[in-house]
Nanobody, 115 residues
Framework: QVQFVESGGGLVQPGDSLTLFCEASGFTFSDYAMSWYRQGPGKERESIAEISGGGTTTYVDSVKGRFIISRDNFKNMLYLQMNDLKPADTAVYYC?????????WGRGAQVTVSS
């Protein structure tokens, strides 16, 4: 079955960097575009970065220039390099395919940015 395991979250200070990891299984990873999503306190989950199977990336404006999404199709891994973190980036971060036939989500990785 489809599974996602997010890791790498933590408590950091404004301006710090952090890398998130997503282990995906149960589907042909390289066939799917993949996205990072986040859900901040009291907010709905939103997509913030997407990468195609071939590596083309898109970002929402709030993270553009600070976050980098990447993938390793051999390891079925998705990554999110987050730089210059801000308190507004505080959220639970999830990975998933933007176009999918399953309704499965991982537990997410908590990222807290606070001084």
């Amino acid at each position: 079955q489809v599974q996602f395991v997010e890791s790498g979250g933590g408590l950091v200070q404004p301006g710090d960097s952090l890398t998130l990891f997503c282990e995906a299984s149960g589907f042909t990873f390289s066939d799917y575009a993949m996205s990072w999503y986040r859900q901040g306190p009291g907010k709905e989950r939103e997509s913030i970065a997407e990468i195609s199977g071939g590596g083309t990336t898109t970002y929402v404006d709030s993270v553009k220039g600070r976050f980098i999404i990447s993938r390793d199709n051999f390891k079925n891994m998705l990554y999110l390099q987050m730089n210059d973190l801000k308190p507004a980036d505080t959220a639970v971060y999830y990975c998933n395919a933007p176009v999918r036939s399953w309704n499965t989500w991982g537990r997410g990785a908590q990222v807290t940015v606070s001084s």
